[in-house]
Every structure is written in structure tokens, then in C-alpha cells.
């Protein structure tokens, strides 16, 4: 089974989602509120944060979004004790690499200082819990493949058994959010589950990342900027994958296991960009040459990862999950969405996103040398 549990005959479950205002995180909380889960979505609504993500749900009751931190001992404890979840899912993070490069000290803020904290409200008060509750709750991590480092060409990819060799401040910052997960569980017995997951696309993600910042950039005539050569490569997965995938392992993972979802589709950075310049060039055709003429080689981002490869056989033997979307399609799809919701674009790209435009690229030189 892929899916959201849809059971008739049981009491609404609830869970607490951390970070549900974000893009994969939204994304799960519209699927759990198909799948009938009453939702306590709190989310500090910093640049990445959007209610709009949400509006399908407007006048919905059993979707309740709270501004807040994770870090706000007192606020969680209070939504704890009034909602009493079945379960804690935390996607609150600070999640652009090149964001952490520029203000490290955020990530550490948020990702190792507020998921402590978050961990340790949830564990007190689980602990209050009479015995057939505390057995049955659940605290899921969403973590990343950044945490286990670079792969080079023809390295086996990531397992669950991989070293963690973070190289960026993000991911370094998960991987100590990790580790503190996994010691709640080892120490406190707190019921810990962990995912760790490639890149994930599909609609609603912040033009800050790469497909959404080159199919915008496309759409105005503006420059591709891939970094380097553009050789790196990453494993893309579906959003909507992903959080079927959060749902199995939710559903039915061991606790205190760790569990990799990936979606089998390895592609360099540049063949990336060019499969959304040809979406473009046949959904919204320039008058002559094509939207790849727009795309410029700029300076690498320092420190780089040069692959990421996820192997999730674990997940898809254990607990019978599997990625559904085929990249082309789901990259179609994506690109359809992001033309067909022009408010929603116009809305991201404020004059703070113009800012983050000006810090990340203004300082990028054109690389020399190299063709598209
Ligand atoms: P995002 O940046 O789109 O959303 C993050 C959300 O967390 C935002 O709504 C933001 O307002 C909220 N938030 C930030 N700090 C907070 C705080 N202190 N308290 C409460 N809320 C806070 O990120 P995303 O891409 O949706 O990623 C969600 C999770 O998945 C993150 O933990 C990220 O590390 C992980 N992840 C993302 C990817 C990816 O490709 N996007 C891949 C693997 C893992
Ligand atoms: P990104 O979407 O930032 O995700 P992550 O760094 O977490 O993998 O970047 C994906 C890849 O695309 C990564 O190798 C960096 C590269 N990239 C570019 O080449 N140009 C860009 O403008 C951005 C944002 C990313």
C-alpha cells in the first residue's frame, strides 16, 4: 500500500506537523487531510513558509495552523497537552544549502536547537501519557541523504548502514537533528521514526531551488545559472512520493529505524535544466532558438557535493512502498503547475526573494569556457 490509511471505523487520528506551511510539508498536510487526519500545523511562516500552499483548506476545522517556533518550549507543550496528537511529524527546517552557506547560525537555530527542544517538550509529555497512548505515538524525523556526504561516479548509493560526512552547514545542521532523534529513542525510549530523503520537486516549492528558480528565470528570458559544469548530479523524487512514503513509514515502520526514500531517478544538473527548457519550449515555444540559449555556467557553490544517490530498498522490501511519478512526467506536471498558478509565483517572489536574488548571484561570476 502506497497511500494515506483511510480506516471508517476508529476515532480521527491527529498529528502535530511541524513545518506544514513549507513545500513538502504542505504537500503532506493536504494528503492527510484527504486521508481524514485532523491536523495542528505549526510553522514559524518564515520566507519559505506560505499559507497560500494551504488555502484549499480554508474554513477546514481540522486543520488548524499555528505561527510559531519549534523552539517555543511553552507553545508546543500547550499544543500537545490541548490536541493530544497520535503522532509529531517535523519538517521544520531551514532547507537551502546555499542559504547556509550565507547564515549558518540559522540553521543551527532552528534544525539542531529547535528540534532539540522540540524532542525533548514532545518527550516529557509523552511521558504523561498512560501507557496504551504512549505505545501507540509516534515522533517522525524528515531528515535528508544530504547527512551521509558525496558520492563519486559508480560509488554504491546511500544505504541506512552509510556514515554520516555532512559538508554543508544544512547538512550538517540535520545531520546533528538526526542524531538527536536517534538518542531520544536509544536514551528515553521516546518511539522515534527517521526518514532520510533525495531531492524532492513538484508544485509549491520555493524558487530558491533549482527547478522552480529555472523554470521562473525561463519564463521572463532571465539567465539558467548552473553552477560549475552543471555534472553534478541528484536523485529526484516526487513530493508526492515522498509523503506516501511518510505515511508507510508512519503507518508501519519499526520504531527507532531509519528508513531512505529515493526516486530512482539520478540525473546530472544540467540535464535537468535542459529537460525544463524543452517542457518550456513545447508548452510555451520563444519565437526563435530555444529556452536553453538561456542557460549560463556560473561559479560553483563551494563545497559542492558532486552526487547524491539513495537506495531505498529497505522502505520498498519492509514496508512495500514505491515511488509512483516517473521523472518526465512528474517534471511536466510540475512545470504545467507552476504556468497555470501565476498568483501563487507572484505572491513567493517579494521583495525579500529579489533580495536572496542579489546575495546569491550577484556575487556568481559567468563561468568562462563552457557551453550548453
Ligand atoms: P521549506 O524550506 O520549503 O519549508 C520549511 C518550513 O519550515 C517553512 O514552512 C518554514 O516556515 C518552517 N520553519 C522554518 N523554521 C521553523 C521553526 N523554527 N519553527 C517552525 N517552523 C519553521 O522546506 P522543505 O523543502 O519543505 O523541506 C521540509 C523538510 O524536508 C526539511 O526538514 C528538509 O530538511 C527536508 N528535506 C527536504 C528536501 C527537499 O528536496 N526539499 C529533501 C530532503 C529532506
Ligand atoms: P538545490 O535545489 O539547491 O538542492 P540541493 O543543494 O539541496 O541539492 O540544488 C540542486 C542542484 O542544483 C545542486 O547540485 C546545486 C545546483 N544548482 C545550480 O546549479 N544552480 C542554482 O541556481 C541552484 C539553486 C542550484
Known amino acids: 500500500m502506497n497511500s494515506f490509511s483511510d ?27 484527504r486521508a481524514g487526519i485532523r491536523v495542528i500545523n505549526l510553522d514559524k511562516l518564515t520566507y519559505a513558509g506560505n499559507p497560500a500552499n494551504l488555502s484549499s483548506l480554508a474554513g477546514d476545522p481540522d486543520h488548524i495552523l499555528v505561527r510559531g517556533d519549534i523552539g517555543n518550549e511553552e507553545l508546543v507543550a500547550f499544543l500537545l497537552q490541548t490536541h493530544a496528537p497520535d503522532a509529531v511529524v517535523n519538517f521544520a527546517a531551514e532547507s537551502h544549502v546555499d542559504r547556509s552557506i550565507v547564515d549558518p547560525d540559522a540553521f543551527v537555530r532552528t534544525n539542531v536547537l529547535g528540534t532539540a527542544s522540540l524532542l525533548r517538550v514532545v518527550k516529557d509529555w509523552w511521558r504523561s501519557l ?18 551521509y556526504g558525496a558520492l563519486q561516479p559508480g560509488d554504491p548509493a546511500f544505504t541506512e548502514a552509510t556514515p554520516y560526512s555532512p559538508n554543508s552547514p544544512y547538512s550538517a545542521s540535520k545531520a546533528a537533528s538526526d542524531h538527536m532523534a536517534r538518542a531520544f529513542h536509544e536514551t528515553y525510549g521516546l518511539p522515534v521514526l527517521l526518514t532520510n530523503c533525495s531531492n524532492n520537486y513538484g508544485p509549491r516549492q520555493f524558487p530558491e531551488k533549482l527547478i522552480p528558480l529555472v523554470i521562473l528565470n525561463a519564463l521572463e528570458g532571465k539567465p539558467l545559472p548552473v553552477y560549475g559544469k552543471g555534472a553534478n548530479i541528484r536523485d529526484w523524487l516526487h513530493v508526492e512520493d515522498h509523503c506516501a512514503a511518510i505515511a508507510r513509514v508512519l503507518e508501519s515502520g519499526a520504531v527507532g529505524r531509519c528508513y531512505n526514500i529515493g526516486g530512482h531517478a539520478e540525473r546530472t544538473n544540467l540535464e535537468v535544466v535542459r529537460a525544463v527548457c524543452a517542457i518550456l519550449d513545447e508548452l510555451v515555444p520563444l519565437g526563435q532558438g530555444g529556452h536553453a540559449d538561456l542557460i549560463t ?18 522502505i520498498e522490501k519492509e514496508l512495500g512502498w514505491k515511488p509512483v511519478h516517473a521523472f518526465e512526467s512528474g517534471l511536466k506536471e510540475t512545470v504545467a503547475w507552476y504556468l497555470a498558478n501565476r498568483p501563487w509565483v507572484d505572491h513567493v517572489r517579494s521583495g525579500a526573494y529579489r533580495d536572496w536574488l542579489a546575495v546569491n548571484y ?3 561570476a559567468a563561468a568562462t569556457g563552457g557551453t550548453p
Not at 130 to 147: C, G, M, N, Q, Y
Not at 297 to 314: E, L, M, N, Q, W
Open 7 to 33: 480506516q471508517k471505523d476508529v476515532p480521527a487520528p491527529c498529528q502535530l506537523v511541524t513545518g506544514g506551511a513549507g513545500f513538502i510539508g504542505s504537500a503532506y498536510v493536504l494528503e492527510a487531510r
Open 130 to 147: 498512560p501507557a496504551h497512548r504512549a505505545e501507540k505515538f509516534r515522533f517522525l524525523h524528515v531528515s535528508t541523504d544530504e547527512v
Open 297 to 314: 555556467f556560473v561559479t560553483d557553490r563551494p563545497g559542492h557535493d558532486f552526487r547524491y544517490a539513495i537506495d531505498c530498498s529497505r
Open 362 to 364: 550577484g556575487q556568481r
